[in-house]
């Protein structure tokens, strides 16, 4: 697995466990719809998160959670949509954020922006 990939992956178990500590329930990670992707789909009470995880090794260029643009934004929404009308859900829904920046083994900065478009 390209390197890339396999920090991809250690972001989404640190986001996961970090969701689960605050008490969100996890339903699906890695949801996809053809071509569309949520990276985790949790619930914070009775709101349907759908969560978009950005990691990184370094953030001295720039944030990672400034890599959300405005393609990614409209396929993580068309993404929310497919997921609701698979499940039937109909109610109160969040978009949200975790940034991750590894620095080291064991070592790495976890930011939660909640509600970032909508």
């Known amino acids: 697995m390209a390197k ?3 920090l991809g992956k250690l ?11 605050k ?6 990670t890695n949801y996809r719809h053809g071509r569309l ?7 914070d009470g009775d709101t349907l998160v759908f969560v978009e995880v950005k ?11 400034k890599a959300m643009t405005d393609k990614k934004e409209t396929l993580m929404r068309n993404a929310a949509v497919a997921y609701m009308r698979e499940t039937e859900y109909d109610w109160a829904i ?6 991750i920046v590894v620095r080291g ?5 976890v930011r939660h922006l909640e509600d970032v478009f909508f």
Do not use: K
Not at 14 to 19: D, K, S, V, Y
Not at 55 to 65: A, G, K, N, V, Y
């Open 4 to 6: 890339h990939n396999e």
């Open 11 to 21: 972001g989404e178990t640190i986001a996961q466990e970090f969701l689960l500590e």
């Open 23 to 28: 008490g969100y329930l996890i339903e699906v």
């Open 37 to 43: 992707e949520l990276d985790i789909v949790a619930r």
């Open 55 to 65: 990691t990184r090794s370094d953030d001295f260029l720039f944030d990672p959670e």
């Open 94 to 99: 969040r978009f949200d954020v975790i940034a």
């Open 105 to 109: 083994e064991n070592r790495y900065e």
